[in-house]
């Protein structure tokens, strides 16, 4: 059984002020390295096989971190890049209500072309990788789009903040991916939860 730990990214400056970064790359702050380096003594517990990333920095800078003890195989696969949100990124929640009320932006990736993607994505970590244990550094809407495709209460999704550093697990199980567990903060300091 294939198994997948997505890990969204540490924070940056524009998470922590409330900007749409999508494909802009912005880097992590003190306090998403922070996070970073919290992922990484509790992903240390386990094994894994390989991990992989994007080639955003906020992304690759957290798999480094993690990787400092782990040391494992680093793959880049930008199937799993954030959502791009045309127009709407670098503005804050309040700029975008004002500007596109209907949250809908100019030059928007659909999200049907993210779910393609990142299932294309999924496909080929399960083809590369059968029956291996996966870390996945990824983005919050690339974990939004995996929770609403793959988890079985798809109500429950409706409200979920996803934090950075926090952590989803899926399962490859009977020709189909599951989601198990998600948005998983446990390993968090109390400073560390945004």
């Excluded at 096989?49 to 994007?54: A, F, H, S, Y």
């Excluded at 393609?116 to 970590?125: A, F, K, N, P, Y």
């Amino acid at each position: 059984m294939t198994q997948i730990c997505l890990v969204r990214h540490g924070q940056t400056e524009w998470n922590l002020l409330g900007k749409l970064q999508g494909q802009t790359d912005i880097p992590l702050n003190e306090t998403g390295k922070r996070q970073a380096e919290e992922c990484r003594e509790f992903l240390k517990k386990s094994e894994w096989d390989v991990l992989i990333t994007t080639s955003l920095m906020r992304a690759r800078r957290t798999a480094d971190i993690i990787n400092e003890s782990l040391e494992l195989p680093i793959v880049e696969m930008d199937h799993f890049k954030e959502r791009h949100f045309g127009e709407g990124e670098g503005l804050s929640r309040e700029e975008r209500e004002k500007r596109y009320p209907d949250f809908i932006f100019p030059n928007m990736e659909s999200y049907e072309e993210l779910v393609d993607r990142v299932q294309v994505g999924l496909e080929e970590i399960h083809t590369q990788f059968p029956d291996r244990k996966v870390l996945l550094v990824a983005h919050g809407a690339v974990i939004n789009a995996v929770l609403r495709e793959f988890h079985q209460e798809k109500a429950v999704l409706e409200h979920v903040k996803l934090f950075n550093g926090c952590l989803t697990n899926l399962h490859f199980k009977s020709e189909r991916w599951a989601v198990h567990s998600y948005n998983e903060v446990g390993h968090l300091s109390e400073h560390s939860k945004s």
